[in-house]
Structures are given as structure tokens and as C-alpha cells.
């Protein structure tokens, strides 16, 4: 199935890239990216196809994410796009510049959208989207934010033919790639012992038999009391008010780079500033509108086969298991897979009403919480520290399912935010 995948991804794309390469320690969920991605960027669809590559560049820009920008502007270029545009998002068309602070705010605060902006893109007179490509248009940035966010989050690096790529050049501490990891080049901050890599083995061992200890614990009190709906309620609000203030000691003010900025406005704009001013992020509860009820059907209606493309992929990532936790076989890890993706709704004001958020705080200790937030909010400041340091003991390969799981429930919830816009504003 492996090479079959790789010779797709090759005359689909022209190359293996970096993100194909690791992808594939989990070949079902490749596959489904493969197809919508092909699916996204050439078959067709309500938009063409140098716009499409633009929106990924405008998309992968918010984060300074230049491996993606740079995949893209060759892509751009490669289907006839007016390198003028790359000057700055100044340079193109008015009806792209428009869709900046839809960008910006899917982005960075996705809360924030309301029907008023979707009205100004549809209701402009002159430059005005459709329906139809909107929502081409909204799936295409929540896609790559996302695929921002798993770039960084396992350390891709360009390609060896690319600015940047390296051959056996060790990666830095904050740009390490797990394709050098897992293929054995092990750079000199590898070789010496990290501050995370000093801890023994045994330590670590303990850290998983402890996780498993407190699944368990879980079921059986599951099994036992249901808390009440207001309980529920409370630790909700308790959980989504402590996410605000889960930040890393290594996060520090940085200006993106003039090269990838130009591709947006606005650089000051982040999710960082929504825990800093105490904004109030107000609850979105999901059996109000969600994605399998709500959501799906929306894309499906205006741009046929996606929702299911999509629909496809969201499920792969969020039941695929191996029933193994680091050295153990025959594990349950569903419990843990949930509270993964509900805390990361929970960080966008996302609320289960069946979900018990108490349980997060049993599951995900801080240096993992740390890093889901990192990755899914603020991807451009991930390091290699922040990796190593969140279950240690665990293969690559199911931190790189981590990253997974964090992606599809980031796009997710983008996804939710501007379809209910868009629905509001349809009603």
C-alpha cells in the first residue's frame, strides 16, 4: 500500500514531499489526504486554479509557515499564475485582498466570524464571491492553517532541492524534521543530551504505565456516577478559562519574515492576544450546530463530494488506532484520542454537552498541553524541546498521530465557525 501511496502522491503532485513522507507511518489517513487535497487543487471546482494555490500561500503566510508558502508559489507559477501577485497580497486581484480578514480571523480567532462578514464578501458590487467559491475558499484556508500547524508541529524542513533543504546539515533546535529523525540522521542536538533527554527511562516507563493507570481509573468511575449537566457545565467553563493560560515559558514576541508577510496584513494579529486582554470566548454548543448534522451538508450541497472528502478524513483521524500505547499492545486509546480533540474545541469555546472535561486535566499534563497549543494556536513557535518534552516513551509514529488528531480538530473547528456564518446568513 506504501509504495502505491507514494506513486499516487508522485504523479499527483511531480514529488514526494516532506509532508508525504511522514505522513506514511499512517497510510489510511494519507490516502484520505491525498484525495482531497488532489481533489482541492486540481479537479474542479468553483474556483481556478492559480487562486487556489494563491489562497494556500495567503493561508500558510498567517503562520509564517514559508516551507508551504514556498510549495505553493511554485505551484502558482506552475499553472500560469501572475507572478506580480507575489509581490504582496497588495499586488492581487481586490476580490482576493477581500478575503484577508476572513483569512486573519479563521486564522487566529475563529469566534470572531458572524454573518456580517460573509454578507460583505457575497454583497460587494464589484468583486463579489459566491456561495459556491466561498465555501471553496473557506475549506482551502482551514486546510492549510492546519497543514501549518502539522508542518511545524513535526518539524518538517524543505526538501533537499529547495531553499532551505539541507542534506546531512544537523537541523537547529527549533527546526528539526522527524524524515531526518526517522531515517537516522541524528543531528548534533541530538546527539547531546537534551534537557528532556537526561530524564532515565524508567521515569518514562512510569509516565505511560500512569496514563493507563488513569484510563482506567476513568472507566471505572464512568461506569459508576454520571456528574450532573451543570457539573458538566461547570467544568467546562472551568477547563476553557484554564486553556486561556496554558502558555510556553519559550513564547516570546517574533515578527514574521518580510518574505512571507507580504502575503498578508495585519501582522500583529494573533491568537495570543485573545488570553493576554482576557477576551471572553463565548461557548458554541455543538448540538447547535455541528459538523455531522450542520456543517457536512452545507459544503456537500455547494461543493459536491468535498464534505464527504472531508467528512472521510476528520474520521480516520479521530478513530485510528493500533491498540498500542508505546510498549504496550491491546489498549483501548479511545478515551485518550477524545480528549485530545475536546480540548482542542474546548481552547475554540467548542462544547460536547456529553463530554466530562474534568477528564482532560486527568489525561493531558501541562507539558503536553503546552505543546497541543502551541501547535494548533501559534505553530510558527513549536520547537523540538516542546516535542521531545510530551510522552516521551512514545514512537514517533504516534506522536506524528498526535499531530494528526490535532490538525483535523483544528480545521474542524475553523470549519464550524465560518459554516454557521455562512448558514446564518443563507436563514
Not at 486554479?49 to 516551507?67: E, K, P, V
Not at 456537500?300 to 493500533?322: C, M, S, W
Request: glycine fraction near 4%; hydrophobic fraction near 35%; include cysteine.
Amino acid at each position: 500500500m506504501m509504495h502505491a501511496l507514494f506513486a499516487d502522491s508522485f504523479a499527483t503532485l511531480g514529488r514526494l514531499d516532506n509532508v508525504t513522507l511522514v505522513m506514511v507511518f499512517h497510510p489510511q489517513y494519507l490516502e484520505s489526504f491525498l484525495k482531497t487535497q488532489h481533489y482541492l487543487l486540481q479537479m474542479d471546482g468553483p474556483l481556478p486554479l492559480h487562486y487556489r494555490h494563491y489562497i494556500g500561500i495567503m493561508a500558510a503566510a498567517r503562520h509564517q509557515c514559508s516551507y508551504l508558502v514556498n510549495l505553493h508559489v511554485n505551484d502558482f507559477l506552475h499553472v500560469g499564475g501572475d507572478p506580480k501577485w507575489l509581490n504582496g497580497l497588495e499586488n492581487a486581484p481586490q476580490k482576493l485582498q477581500n478575503l484577508g480578514e476572513l483569512n486573519k480571523m479563521l486564522a487566529h480567532r475563529p469566534w470572531l466570524i458572524t454573518k456580517e462578514h460573509i454578507e460583505q464578501l457575497l454583497k460587494t458590487e464589484e468583486n463579489s464571491w459566491s456561495l459556491a467559491e466561498l465555501i471553496h475558499a473557506v475549506v482551502l484556508l482551514t486546510q492549510y492553517h492546519s497543514l501549518a500547524s502539522f508542518t511545524f508541529g513535526c518539524g518538517i524542513s524543505p526538501e533537499i532541492d529547495c531553499e532551505g533543504g539541507h542534506t546531512f546539515r544537523p537541523p537547529s533546535v527549533g527546526n528539526y524534521c522527524i524524515c531526518d529523525i526517522t531515517n537516522g540522521y541524528h543531528g548534533a542536538d541530538e546527539i547531546h543530551a537534551s534537557p528532556t533527554g537526561s530524564i532515565p527511562v524508567s521515569k518514562s516507563v512510569c509516565e505511560v504505565e500512569a496514563l493507563m493507570e488513569k484510563m482506567k481509573q476513568l472507566q471505572e468511575c464512568r461506569d459508576e456516577e454520571e456528574a450532573s449537566q451543570e457539573e458538566m457545565a461547570t467544568r467546562f467553563e472551568r477547563e476553557k478559562r484554564e486553556s486561556m493560560f496554558v502558555c510556553s515559558s519559550e513564547d516570546e514576541e517574533s515578527a514574521p519574515a518580510r518574505d512571507v508577510s507580504r502575503h498578508f496584513e495585519d501582522t500583529s494579529y494573533g491568537y495570543k492576544d485573545f488570553s493576554r486582554h482576557g477576551m471572553h470566548v463565548p461557548t458554541f454548543r455543538v448540538q447547535d450546530y455541528s459538523w455531522e448534522d450542520h456543517g457536512y451538508s452545507l459544503v456537500n450541497r455547494l461543493y459536491p463530494d468535498v464534505g464527504q472528502l472531508l467528512d472521510e478524513k476528520f474520521h480516520i483521524a479521530y478513530n485510528l488506532t493500533y491498540n498500542t500505547m508505546a510498549m504496550h499492545k491491546d489498549v483501548d486509546t479511545s478515551m485518550l484520542r477524545r480528549a485530545i480533540w475536546n480540548y482542542i474545541h474546548c481552547m475554540f469555546g467548542i462544547r460536547y454537552d456529553d463530554y466530562d472535561y474534568g477528564e482532560i486535566n486527568q489525561l493531558l499534563d501541562r507539558s503536553f498541553k503546552v505543546y497541543i497549543k502551541t501547535v494548533v494556536c501559534t505553530p510558527e513557535k513549536t520547537t523540538k524541546r516542546m516535542y521531545d518534552s510530551f510522552w516521551r516513551q512514545f514512537e514517533h509514529s504516534e506522536k506524528v498521530h498526535v499531530n494528526l488528531l490535532l490538525v483535523e480538530a483544528r480545521m474542524q473547528a475553523e470549519l464550524l465557525y465560518a459554516l454557521r456564518a455562512i448558514t446564518r446568513y443563507m436563514t
